[in-house]
């Protein structure tokens, strides 16, 4: 069983488009990621959730949405796609997100958006 | 604001050998992670280390962590081709569950 998963796997698509990323977890766990990883491989959070609230919110342009419906769902909805938005973007989830906490963040498989 | 320095960022060696990996980072915590990615694979943990002194061994893989100094090293023992992948330090805030991540490694081993 896969722990986190994330649809699409492949995700190609012209500037100006509206598109959604799903991911779900099977790990029972409280909180979930959003991740960017540039062409460089550089690795930055964009968004976290823990239980559904919304705890780590960094600077990324308001196209960006996330929704969380549930604690093992966290979808992220992109408006107006960029050039500059081709990345791959990971998912990720982890125990509890409280602070104090050993936090091992397990990963989806990723996906990769390309905007032409 | 946490920043995360790995060095070096490209490593290239042979079979056989040793190298160590260093990740320094800029404020005061106590768990910090080693995560290896494959070229178009996701993050798969190595590594939890959650205390100052910290040692971890998987194969021929060691992690330590020195919390007064702000450096985790991961060292490699007889290096494989099979280790070749992108090696990440992440270092946890105490405030929170945010992760800062390094640069990453990208590790080739030659046969």
Redesign the interface.
């Given at each position: 069983d896969t722990a986190v998963s994330q649809t699409p796997k492949y995700l190609v698509t012209q500037m100006g488009n509206d598109k959604s990323i799903k991911c779900e977890q099977n790990l029972g766990h409280d909180?979930m990621y959003w991740y960017k990883q540039d062409s460089?491989?550089?690795?930055?959070?964009m968004f976290?959730y823990?239980n559904k609230e919304l705890?780590?919110n960094e600077t990324v342009p308001n196209r960006f949405s996330p929704k969380s419906p549930d604690k093992a769902h966290l979808n992220l909805h992109i408006n107006s796609l960029e050039l500059g938005d081709s990345a791959v973007y990971?998912c990720?989830s982890?125990q509890?997100?409280?602070?104090?906490?050993?936090?091992?963040?397990?990963?989806?498989?990723?996906t990769r958006l390309l905007v032409l | 604001e946490l920043k995360v320095e790995q060095n070096p960022l490209f490593l290239s060696m042979q079979e056989g050998k040793n190298y160590t990996i260093y990740c320094n980072y800029s404020t005061t915590s106590d768990r910090l992670y080693w995560y290896r990615q494959d070229p178009g694979k996701s993050l798969e943990s190595l590594f939890v280390l959650l205390s100052n002194g910290a040692v971890k061994q998987e194969g021929r893989l060691m992690a330590s962590l020195d919390t007064k100094a702000r450096l985790s090293t991961l060292h490699i023992t007889a290096a494989v081709h099979d280790l070749s992948a992108t090696y990440f330090c992440a270092v946890q805030e105490t405030s929170g569950s945010r992760l800062t991540f390094g640069e990453g490694t990208q590790l080739t081993v030659n046969p």
């Open positions: 909180t460089k491989k550089f690795l930055k959070i976290s823990n705890i780590i990971f990720a982890s509890g997100g409280l602070a104090g906490n050993q936090e091992t963040q397990y990963f989806g498989p990723g | -």
